[in-house]
């Protein structure tokens, strides 16, 4: 039998051990690289992409000599304006990396050795960091569409007497939401392995309006949709091929083909973040926690290496976060973000 991905020394080409021995000179050549990949770490002017520049005496600061900006390593990305040594970020993305179900921040601050209010934003950085660099583009091929619930539970009672019945709209909790998840399953052209592309979507509950909406954004006309007998997906009918099946039944349909395991498969992992790792999720958040699973579904057939890269680059793609940029302050700017537009 051939021996799994994981398991194999091909998944297994990230060092911590040799990011904790770098110098801060060597990790910010890392930086460099990969911030300005196309000139092989030569700074870019990052307001007017001028080459030119004065080399700031004894620090790591350029001065453009076309428009006179001043700009450092991490000015206009996810880590501007950085308090710790760069060193300790990358090695926060790595240990990020190489948490295949997610990290506790609690656990981030013990590695790292600090408070649990710089690992909680740091995660917060780079998860939305993979959400603004998600691709977006409408899939085709086969889709599996699903939803699930979170937030909903309401504690019963301690007294038989006083308990409610929770099943009724009036004594649901108002924090409930429901997690949409659109996944694009493999068709060869890539060595990933089940789903080539996952979306995900934050809605108030599973109805037809919204999961049309989702459907137009992120979906080609006519394409081949699979999913379970929800009432919401009906609406889909006109526009796309649909395949149901009906979960009380069975999980895969024998004549229609019709499955939706893909989708399934993906809120095993985010019910494993959410239980084993977050406990408590804020309403505010929980896009960039579904699309952090969703990232890890996508490239978890990828070396711990390229992934680290990756996530690298797309923090060093992400403009300065607002949202999180002295956020302990009170001065973030976090709104509830839902998958579609109001
Ligand atoms: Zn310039």
């Known amino acids: 039998m051939a021996q799994?991905?994981?398991?194999?020394?091909q998944a297994r080409t990230l060092n911590i051990i040799?990011?904790?021995?770098?110098?801060?000179?060597?990790?910010?050549?890392?930086?460099?690289k990969v911030r300005w990949a196309n000139t092989n770490g030569k700074p870019v002017c990052p307001k007017c992409g001028s080459l030119e520049h004065y080399n700031?005496?004894?620090?790591?600061?350029?001065?453009?000599?076309?428009?006179?900006?001043?700009?450092?390593?991490?000015?206009g990305t996810l880590f501007a304006a950085h308090k710790l040594p760069l060193k300790t970020y990358l090695l926060a993305i790595a240990l990020f990396t190489n948490e295949a179900k997610g990290m506790s921040a609690l656990k981030m601050s013990r590695d790292l050795n600090v408070q649990y209010k710089t690992a909680f934003v740091l995660l917060h950085k780079f998860r939305e960091a993979l959400l603004e660099t998600r691709d977006e583009t409408p899939m085709d091929g086969i889709v599996e569409m699903d939803g699930a619930y979170v937030n909903g539970y309401v504690r019963p009672k301690n007294n038989i007497n006083d308990r409610i019945d929770r099943r009724l709209a009036k004594h649901q909790?108002?924090?409930?939401?429901?997690?949409?998840?659109v996944r694009q399953r493999n068709d060869g052209s890539t060595e990933l392995v089940g789903s080539k592309r996952t979306l995900t979507y934050v809605l108030h509950n599973e109805n037809t309006q919204d999961i049309l909406k989702i459907a137009n954004n992120s979906i080609q006309k006519g394409t081949e949709i699979h999913t379970d007998e929800a009432n919401a997906y009906d609406t889909l009918h006109a526009k796309y091929n649909m395949k149901r099946v009906d979960h009380s039944v069975?999980?895969?349909?024998?004549?229609?083909k019709a499955c939706s395991n893909q989708a399934e498969s993906y809120f095993a992992r985010f019910r494993r973040f959410q239980e084993g790792q977050i406990h408590k999720m804020g309403n505010l958040y929980i896009l960039n926690y579904a699309n952090e699973m969703a990232y890890r579904e996508d490239t978890r057939r990828m070396s711990n290496g390229?992934?680290?890269?990756?996530?690298?680059?797309?923090?060093?793609?992400?403009?300065?976060?607002?949202?999180?940029?002295?956020?302990w302050q009170g001065n973030h700017r976090i709104s509830e973000r839902l998958g579609v537009a109001a």
């Open 173 to 181: 909790n108002s924090n409930k939401r429901c997690i949409i998840v």
């Open 250 to 256: 069975e999980y895969y349909n024998q004549d229609t």
């Open 4 to 9: 799994h991905f994981l398991l194999s020394s």
């Open 306 to 327: 390229d992934i680290f890269n990756d996530i690298s680059s797309k923090c060093m793609k992400s403009l300065q976060s607002n949202e999180w940029t002295a956020y």
């Open 56 to 75: 700031l005496k004894g620090r790591s600061v350029w001065k453009c000599k076309n428009c006179y900006k001043q700009f450092s390593i991490t000015s």
């Open 18 to 32: 040799k990011i904790a021995q770098m110098t801060e000179k060597q990790a910010e050549t890392y930086f460099r």
